[in-house]
């Protein structure tokens, strides 16, 4: 079975970093080349897509968040990366990774176009 494991949360004063990992495993090829990305939902709040990434390694960013969030995937695709940067009280939510199996480019931002996701990792913001 296909399954994304989120790390890397905690709790972080206002202007502290985090970085979050999604291990990915049960994929019979590589996820390299399909669409990954990073979503958060705060309580009370709809699921909204935080950062994108796809085959070929281009980066897309919420636009409030550009500049201080920077996503990543290591060489052979299996783990992905969130590094936050600067963070406030906004950005305190539970974050979750997630793949499209499907598209190498052209990623989605709705939370739709992904079929796998993770449990989720709690990032903290005071």
């Known amino acids: 079975d296909v399954q994304l494991v989120e790390s890397g949360g905690g709790s972080v004063r206002t202007g502290g970093s985090l970085r979050l990992s999604c291990v990915g495993s049960?994929?019979?090829?590589?996820?390299?080349?399909?669409?990954m990305a990073w979503f958060r939902q705060a309580p009370g709040k709809q699921r909204e897509g935080v950062a994108i990434?796809?085959?070929?390694?281009?980066?897309d960013y919420a636009d409030s968040l550009k500049g201080r969030f920077a996503i990543s995937k290591d060489n052979d695709g299996n783990t992905l990366y969130l590094q936050m940067n600067r963070l406030n009280e906004d950005d305190s939510a539970m974050y979750f990774c997630?793949?499209?199996?499907?598209?190498?480019?052209?990623?989605?931002?709705?939370?739709?176009?992904?079929?796998?996701w993770g449990r989720g990792t709690q990032v903290t913001v005071s």
């Open positions: 997630a793949l499209d199996p499907i598209r190498g480019a052209g990623c989605r931002w709705s939370e739709l176009g992904y079929e796998y």
């Open positions: 049960g994929f019979t090829s590589t996820r390299r080349r399909y669409c």
């Open positions: 990434i796809d085959g070929a390694g281009r980066t």
